[in-house]
């Protein structure tokens, strides 16, 4: 006992007090994973067993500045092609853009008489 007591004070003094453990996993897309702290490193453990570090720490300066961005889909925030879409007037109390549509399906349907069901 003396000689656990001996070692225990020896780990302590030399890695401080021991951290709490840190363990994650879920699912992402159906497909399971698990993070876990090893000391000062966390590991992703994904499908199958494999094993990948994870840098918790943001790029270095030089990194970042020398990423390009991609193009902008849309610099100037225009969509265009449908230029007049939104400019309709509204339509009275009542009625709706799907009651054609609505009309069309219930005369479809077999042994209708184009009335409501």
């Known amino acids: 006992m003396q000689a656990r007591v001996a070692a225990n004070a020896l780990e302590l003094a030399r890695n401080g007090l021991p951290k709490k ?11 399971p994973f698990s993070v876990h702290a090893e000391g000062e490193r966390v590991i992703l453990t994904g499908t199958g067993g494999a094993r ?3 840098e918790l720490v943001p790029p270095a300066e030089d990194q970042q ?3 390009e961005l991609p193009e902008p889909v849309c610099p100037a925030g225009v969509v265009t092609g449908r230029v007049d879409e939104g400019q ?13 549509g609505l009309q069309r399906w219930r005369k479809s349907l077999p ?7």
């Not at 042994?111 to 069901?117: Q, V």
């Open 21 to 31: 453990p840190f363990y994650l996993t879920g699912q992402v897309g159906g497909q």
């Open 65 to 67: 500045a020398d990423a």
């Open 52 to 54: 990948q570090e994870v």
């Open 111 to 117: 042994g209708a008489a184009g009335g409501d069901a």
């Open 88 to 100: 309709q007037e509204p339509l009275p109390p009542g009625e709706s853009p799907l009651d054609e």
